[in-house]
C-alpha cells in the first residue's frame, strides 16, 4: 500500500477497501485528510500513510431536499431527503461525507456535537466501485 | 493598519450598465451583453466613441456547461465591433466579473492601457434546473461535490454551525429576506422586484381561483414559516433564502484617472482592491467565516487606508441569506457573531447605518453567475453619484461604497472599494 501516491484516487481506492487514509509529513508531522502529495508546512513530499479511526462529532449538516442527479438517481427527492455534513474526527482533522441514521425528514431533530463513527456506503463491484463516506450517530453516545 | 498598497496611477469608472436579470427563452448572452454596453456607455456624461475602448476583459464563470459554448472574450468583442483589440476572459466562479474588473484595472495602472471595458455574462436558464445545479457544483471542492453536498447544503452547514456557536435562529434569516425584496422593489432591473408581500397576495390569489384553502398569513415572516409558500431546499435553507437561476449581463467602462475629466465631472474612483483564495469546507480554519474574505478586505482596506468604519454602504454576495451574515462579519461592519442581531434591529436596511444589497442583492436582483461581481458594482456607481432614485441611500454624506464578491463555496473572495472623491 506504500506504493501508491499520496492523492484522491489513492484515498477512494482506500475507501473502497473501507480504510481512512489521510498523508503524515515525515519532515514535520502535519497530518492532512484526505492525503496530499505535498507539504503545505514544511513543502516536504516524503510522506507517510496515516489511517483515521473514524471518530468524531457533527460540526455542521444540511438536509438536501433538493438533490444533485446523481443522488436522485439513488431515489433521493422532496419526500425522501439526506443528510450531509461536516464531522471533527479526533485526529484533529475534519472530513465530510453523508450521516446516515438520522431523520432527514425531522432535520430540527439532528444536533451540532453529535458523536459519530464513519461507514463506507458501496456502489458497483470491481473497477466500477465507488464509496462513499459516511457517518453515524454512535449508540448511547453523550453529546 | 498595515502598508498601503498603491495602484501605479488611479483608475475611475466613468460608465457602467447591466441588463435586466431573469430567466429569458428570447435573450442569448450576446444580446444581453449588447443591452448591458448600451447602457454603459450611454452612461457617460460626457460621451464616448466605443472605438476609443482599447481592451477587454469578460467574467464568465461557464456558458461552455451551460451552452455549450466556450471563448466568450473574442465573442463578446466581435459583438461589440472591437476586434482586433485584446478580449480576456476571467474565470473566478460567481466571483468571475470582479475578477475582470481587477485585472483591467491593473492594465490600466500598469500603463498599458488607458480606456478599458470590464465586465461579465452567464446564460443559465435554457437548462433544467437539476442540470444548473450540476454546473454550478463544478466551482465546488470536489469532496463536498463527491459526497452529495449542494451549494445550498454548503451554506446550509454553515448556517448549523453558526446557529449552533452563536444562538442564532433560522427565523433570523428571514429579517435578510425581507429586507432584500423591500429593496428589490425598488429596481426595476431585479429579477424579482417585488416584496414578499406582493408575492404572498399573489400566491392567494392563485389559492383563491383554484378554490384551494386560502392561508392565513398574518405577516411576511409567518408566510416564510409556511412550508407550502416556502419550502426546505438543502435544511435550513428554504426556497426564499436561495438566489434565483438567471440570465444576465453587467459591465463598467475603466479610464486612468487622469483622464477621467475627458468623459465625466462625477467619476468613481477605484480607492481599495482586494481578492483572497480559500479552502474547501472540511479544511476551512471556521466554519463560520471565511478566510478568503478576510484576506480580500485586509488587502482592500490596507490599499485604501481605510477601516471597516468609513464604509458607508456595500453590496454583497447575498448567494443564500446566511451568506449575507457571514460577509458583514467577516468585512468587520459586525463583530463577528453578531451580524444577525444587527439585521434583526434594521441595520442593514435602505436608512439603516450600514444599508446592504439596495440592489436587492443576489436573492431578488437575480445571479447570472459571471454577471454578478460586476452588476455590484452598476450598483455602487448609481449609489455614488445619486442616481438610485426611490432606492437611493438617504444619506447626504455619502462618499464611499464597497463590493463584495464571492466564488464557489468561498475559494475565491474579492472585496472592492469606491468613493466618489479623490
Ligand atoms: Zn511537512
Known amino acids: ?143 | 493598519m498595515g502598508e498601503k498598497r498603491k495602484l501605479g496611477r488611479g483608475v475611475c469608472i466613468v460608465g457602467a450598465g447591466m441588463s435586466r436579470f431573469d430567466m429569458y427563452k428570447d435573450k442569448d448572452s450576446k444580446q444581453l451583453f449588447a443591452e448591458a454596453f448600451k447602457e454603459c456607455i450611454d452612461s457617460v456624461d460626457k460621451g464616448i466613441d466605443p472605438k476609443e475602448i482599447q481592451a477587454m476583459w469578460l467574467g464568465n464563470f461557464t456558458n461552455d456547461f451551460f451552452i455549450h459554448q466556450g471563448h466568450w472574450g473574442p465573442i463578446i468583442s466581435d459583438l461589440l465591433g472591437l476586434p482586433p483589440k485584446p478580449a480576456t476572459r476571467t474565470e473566478g466562479a460567481c466571483a468571475s466579473s470582479t475578477l475582470a474588473v481587477k485585472d483591467a484595472a491593473y492594465a490600466i495602472a500598469s500603463g498599458m492601457y488607458d480606456i478599458v471595458l470590464a465586465g461579465g455574462v452567464e446564460e443559465m436558464s435554457k437548462i433544467s434546473t437539476e442540470a444548473v445545479s450540476e454546473g454550478l457544483a463544478l466551482a465546488g471542492s470536489p469532496y463536498e461535490v463527491y459526497e452529495g453536498f449542494t451549494f445550498p447544503a454548503v451554506f446550509g452547514a454553515i448556517a448549523t454551525a453558526y446557529f449552533a456557536k452563536y444562538g442564532a435562529t433560522w427565523e433570523d434569516l428571514n429579517y435578510v429576506t425581507v429586507k432584500s425584496h423591500e429593496n428589490a422593489k425598488l429596481n426595476p432591473k431585479a429579477q424579482f422586484n417585488m416584496t414578499i408581500k406582493d408575492i404572498m397576495n399573489l400566491r392567494i390569489e392563485k389559492y383563491k381561483k383554484k378554490g384551494q384553502p386560502v392561508p392565513e398569513w398574518k405577516d411576511e415572516y409567518e408566510a416564510l414559516r409556511d412550508p407550502r409558500f416556502n419550502p426546505v431546499v438543502a435544511w435550513p435553507m428554504r426556497l426564499f433564502d436561495c438566489c434565483p437561476i438567471s440570465d444576465g449581463a453587467a459591465c463598467v467602462l475603466l479610464v486612468a484617472e487622469e483622464i477621467a475629466h475627458m468623459f465625466t465631472d462625477h467619476p468613481i474612483y477605484i480607492i481599495g482592491m482586494g481578492q483572497g483564495s480559500g479552502r474547501a469546507l472540511h479544511d476551512c480554519p471556521s466554519l463560520t467565516s471565511l478566510e478568503a474574505n478576510k484576506h480580500a478586505a485586509k488587502e482592500a482596506y490596507e490599499m485604501a487606508g481605510l477601516t471597516p468604519k468609513d464604509i458607508q454602504f456595500a453590496e454583497v454576495h447575498d448567494c443564500f441569506s446566511i451568506a449575507e451574515l457571514i460577509h458583514i462579519e467577516d468585512l468587520g461592519f459586525c463583530k463577528e457573531g453578531t451580524a444577525y442581531r444587527f439585521v434583526r434591529e434594521g441595520g442593514t436596511r435602505l436608512n439603516g447605518p450600514m444599508p446592504i444589497n439596495t440592489s436587492g442583492g443576489l436573492k431578488c436582483k437575480g445571479h447570472p453567475v459571471g454577471a454578478t461581481g460586476a452588476a455590484q458594482m452598476v450598483e455602487v456607481w448609481h449609489q455614488l453619484r445619486g442616481e438610485a432614485g426611490p432606492r437611493q441611500i438617504p444619506n447626504g454624506d455619502l462618499h464611499i461604497g464597497a463590493s463584495q464578491n464571492l466564488g464557489g463555496t468561498g475559494g475565491t473572495c474579492t472585496f472592492m472599494i469606491f468613493s466618489n472623491e479623490k
Not at chain 1, 472530513?95 to 458523536?115: H, Q, S
Not at chain 1, 463491484?125 to 448511547?140: I, K, S, W, Y
Request: charged share 25%; proline share 6%.
Open chain 1, 1 to 143: 500500500m506504500e506504493e501508491r501516491y499520496f492523492n484522491d484516487i489513492s484515498y477512494k481506492q482506500f475507501l473502497n477497501e473501507e480504510r481512512l487514509m489521510g498523508s503524515r509529513c515525515k519532515g514535520c508531522g502535519t497530518l492532512c485528510f484526505p492525503p496530499r502529495p505535498i507539504c503545505t508546512n514544511c513543502y516536504s513530499t516524503d510522506m507517510e500513510w496515516a489511517e483515521l479511526k473514524g471518530n468524531g462529532k457533527l460540526a455542521g449538516f444540511s438536509s438536501i431536499f433538493v438533490p444533485p442527479a446523481f443522488m436522485a438517481e439513488e431515489g433521493f427527492d422532496r419526500k425522501h431527503p439526506y443528510v450531509v455534513g461536516v464531522v471533527e474526527l479526533e485526529e484533529g482533522v475534519r472530513a465530510v461525507g453523508r450521516i446516515v441514521g438520522v431523520d432527514a425528514n425531522r432535520p430540527e431533530t439532528i444536533k451540532i456535537g453529535t458523536p459519530v463513527k464513519a461507514e463506507f456506503i458501496h456502489f458497483g463491484e470491481g473497477d466500477q466501485m465507488r464509496t462513499h463516506l459516511a457517518f453515524r450517530p454512535v449508540e448511547g453516545g453523550a453529546s
